[in-house]
């Protein structure tokens, strides 16, 4: 086909020069120019030019470059003209509007790799590689060894200033309040929970968009910024796809199967995987307790061993219609059904002043959960004449339900009894709609300004009921003060418009964006309600100028919110440990957040730098905070009774927040497979705010949360190759110390590494690698209260060692 086109444009040329000859002689020029790599510089063999006259669109000519990136077209009309140049894997170049009334030099003429056209060709990049857009940067997922067989979750932690703690918490630039999308949607699937991500297979990701400060065109959600993860869909004429398998150690088997259809007015694409896994950890909660002359009274040890099992089967199907040249429908269905059984077996021991041991007891919790979820989504596209002149609209309904069954068994040992016996069910359905239309409208010469304009309205609807009782001689009876029925509901209806302009190296873009809120909560229990209503509004600056087309800068600001979610406002304790609780607040309000942010990049020959300063202003925050509750559960044995002090979690709207800091990243790449690449992210953090609350016995309790620290992370990656084409690679991250005023969290790393070889024409990639390799990714933390000192151990994933194949076919 390329063949063809090139013998096309230069009979087309070769024929236009002559009839120019005989009939233009006298009013004929000729255009001249070379065409090279926007990043190397070097020139581009075969690229094509064509020209078309904007008076007579029945004229076209054209020419192709010469091995020196060259080309010469002859005898070209005067008049005013339209020219496109175009190479396989580069983003097309326009130039239009061209009056030509004598023979023109047009310069070098630089084009930019098209990354997702590269991906679409399967030419990935060995390595993730970062492009810096005006308003965010695109980490596009390449061959990086250390994710083979990995997660989104996996992805996710791969990302300069991204961070996955030891309970799968994502945070980005040291801040949890982060909105993760899916093909910029929310993903009503698990709520994107850190387990929906650990279930979604790296290869499906084409790309991970990280807006740290968004503007006026996203949904204002999300004070950290956003992580909008692209699924790939593949581009390819025919059949295609993909086999991976996963096995590792902890067990852990994962299948996966990629397969696509390609043909002319349709696209079919679909994934479905399938994982079966344990997840071993275990948790230690140490409680000393004190007098209120700071006098020790008694100790708690509280050991948590987790063995989770995990089934999960992920389906995705959709079709692409080409309606014609310039519109195209897209229908997709994602399902997922999975199922677990959970066990967890707490150990308590409480000892007195003399560290004798008082009471031992067990209690052991046995879930069984099963869940269903299903989305689906429709997407209409409209591409208008002018380039970026487009019409999108969006439609998505997603429902889903989860049943978790507990059974607890409580002994105390030295009781001649066999123990109390509960069961807790929790009933969670889940029903959200999306609808959403964008447009956007070029305009001025080359198209260099445009206005954007849109509406989006998310539509959300939980129903939580959880039910409590004991069994007694194998009967269930409710216990009606813990059981509660939590019903939500949030709609979120918004408008933005958005204006940009390009002036040379300078471009600019101003926004506004406009939500409504209604959030209603109701406990069926008690019939208390708790009903808001609110407009909020979210301005947004960008700024950017570029020096080169190497090195440029960019200046920016946004206002952000993050709304309290339906767990953190349901105020029924989670009741896993009876002295050691956590429970929602449904008084919170949202926080809102006002962020600045200067990027510079700057790319040499083997080095690329990217850097950014940033500074926001949180207020309202939502904070966890320690409570005392005042309360004691009674425990007795045959011999000793005590009175455990029980301790609560819960979350306040305590303070207000300034952060500011640097985010630097380095990548160096000496030769070619080589690539080294470290970054550097810290920050100040100053809480002003303080809190109070009146515990069980009536005595009122002041918190002061005042708090400034430093806190610093880091991660570094190597990637080389070794003999017999295998290739090696190692990462390490570094996640800083972390203090308030009532918790110390110490800091944590890890290692990791892998080794990659492919097979059978490259068709076949086998994979080994560890991860964690000192088993050392775990949380220590102590908090201090006033009549309490806890410290607490997490390690939710065990080091793992895995091994990965993939096939792919087309």
């Known amino acids: 086909m390329k063949n063809i086109l090139f013998l096309f444009l230069a009979l087309t040329t070769a024929i236009n020069a002559q009839q120019n000859q005989v009939n233009n002689s006298n009013s004929s020029v000729k255009l001249t120019g070379t065409i090279v790599d926007s990043e190397t510089k070097n020139p581009l063999e075969f690229a094509t030019l064509i020209i078309q006259d904007n008076n007579n669109p029945s004229f076209i000519s054209g020419g192709i470059t010469n091995k020196n990136g060259k080309f010469i077209i002859n005898d070209i009309p005067k008049g005013n003209y339209n020219i496109k140049v175009e190479y396989i894997s580069y983003k097309t170049y326009y130039l239009n509007n061209v009056t030509i009334t004598k023979s023109k030099n047009l310069g070098q003429i630089l084009l930019d790799l098209d990354v997702e056209e590269l991906n679409e060709v399967e030419l990935i990049a060995e390595k993730t590689t970062v492009e810096l857009r005006l308003d965010k940067k695109i980490y596009n997922v390449g061959k ?22 030891a309970e799968g918490t994502i945070s980005l630039r040291g801040n949890n309040n982060v909105k993760i999308l899916i093909n910029g949607k929310p993903s009503t699937l698990s709520g994107v929970s850190p387990e929906a991500l650990k279930q979604m297979p790296v290869s499906t990701i084409q790309k991970v968009e990280v807006i740290t400060n968004p503007s006026s065109k996203y949904s204002s959600s999300g004070t950290a910024g956003i992580l909008n993860i692209i699924l790939r869909k593949s581009k390819k004429t025919g059949i295609n796809g993909s086999v991976t398998a996963t096995i590792k150690d902890p067990e852990y088997y994962k299948l996966g199967l990629s397969l696509g259809l390609k043909r002319k007015l349709f696209n079919i694409f679909s994934n479905v995987t399938y994982t079966d896994r344990e997840r071993p950890g275990y948790s230690l909660f140490n409680n000393d307790f004190f007098d209120n002359s700071n006098t020790k009274i008694g100790y708690e040890n509280e050991y948590r061993s987790l063995d989770r099992n995990y089934k999960n089967l992920t389906i995705n199907a959709g079709i692409e219609l080409l309606l014609n040249k310039t519109s195209s429908i897209t229908n997709s269905v994602a399902y997922t059904k999975a199922s677990g059984l959970n066990y967890t077996g707490i150990d308590l021991n409480n000892f007195n002043t003399l560290n004798n041991t008082t009471i031992n007891r067990s209690r052991n919790t046995e879930e069984d959960s099963n869940e269903e979820n299903i989305r689906y989504s429709l997407n209409y596209k409209r591409k208008f004449n002018s380039k970026g002149h487009i019409l999108t609209a969006d439609y998505q309904y997603s429902r889903s339900f989860e049943l978790e069954d507990r059974a607890i068994n409580e002994v105390i040992l030295g009781n001649n009894n066999n123990g109390l016996f509960e069961e807790a069910i929790t009933d969670d359905h889940q029903i959200s709609q999306l609808a959403q239309l964008d447009y956007t409208l070029p305009f001025g010469k080359n198209y260099n300004s445009k206005i954007e304009v849109g509406y989006r309205g998310v539509f959300d609807n939980y129903n939580i009921d959880y039910t409590e009782g004991s069994i007694i001689n194998n009967q269930f009876i409710k216990n009606n003060i813990y059981s509660n029925n939590l019903i939500y509901s949030q709609d979120v209806n918004a408008g933005y418009l958005q204006f940009a302009q390009g002036f040379n190296k300078f471009s600019a873009s101003l926004g506004m964006r406009v939500e409504h809120t209604n959030l209603a909560v109701l406990l069926t229990n008690n019939n208390s309600t708790d009903n808001k209503s609110y407009t909020n509004w979210f ?10 087309n190497k090195e440029k800068i960019s ?22 440990s009876k002295t050691n609780l956590f429970y929602g607040n449904p008084d919170l309000d949202p926080m809102f957040t006002n962020s600045f942010e200067f990027n510079y990049l700057n790319k040499w020959d083997k080095i690329t730098f990217n850097t950014a300063l940033f500074y926001s202003k949180t207020e309202d925050v939502i904070h966890n905070v320690i409570i005392e509750t005042g309360e004691t559960e009674i425990i007795t044995n045959s011999t000793n009774t005590i009175a455990a002090p029980i301790i609560a979690k819960t979350k306040r709207n305590i303070a207000e927040e300034d952060r500011y800091g640097l985010d630097a990243t380095v990548t160096y790449v000496p030769r070619k497979k080589w690539r080294l690449s470290l970054n550097l992210f810290m920050y100040n953090q100053k809480l002003n705010g303080s809190y109070n ?17 430093f806190r610093w992370t880091g991660s570094a990656s190597a990637r080389l190759p070794l003999m017999y084409d295998i290739n090696f690679q190692t990462n390490y991250y570094y996640i800083g110390a972390n203090n308030n005023s009532q918790t110390k969290t110490k800091a944590l790393d890890r290692l990791d590494f892998a080794f990659s070889k492919n097979i059978f024409k490259n068709k076949v990639s086998v994979s080994i690698g560890v991860t964690d390799i000192f088993n050392a990714y775990r949380r220590y933390s102590t908090s201090n209260l006033d009549n309490s000192i806890s410290y607490n151990e997490l390690q939710s994933d065990q080091r793992n060692l895995r091994a990965t194949f993939t096939y792919k076919f087309n």
């Open 555 to 576: 200046l920016n600001y946004s206002k952000r919110i993050d709304r309290p979610t339906a767990g953190n406002l349901n105020p029924f304790p989670n009741r896993v």
């Open 144 to 165: 990086d060894l250390t994710l083979n067989g990995g997660s989104a979750s996996d992805v996710l932690n791969n990302i300069p200033s991204v961070a996955v703690d």
């Open 693 to 709: 609350y009146t515990n069980n016995n009536n005595q009122l309790i002041n918190v002061d949360f005042n708090a400034n620290q």
């Open 539 to 548: 301005p947004s600056v960008f700024l950017s100028y570029e020096f080169t």
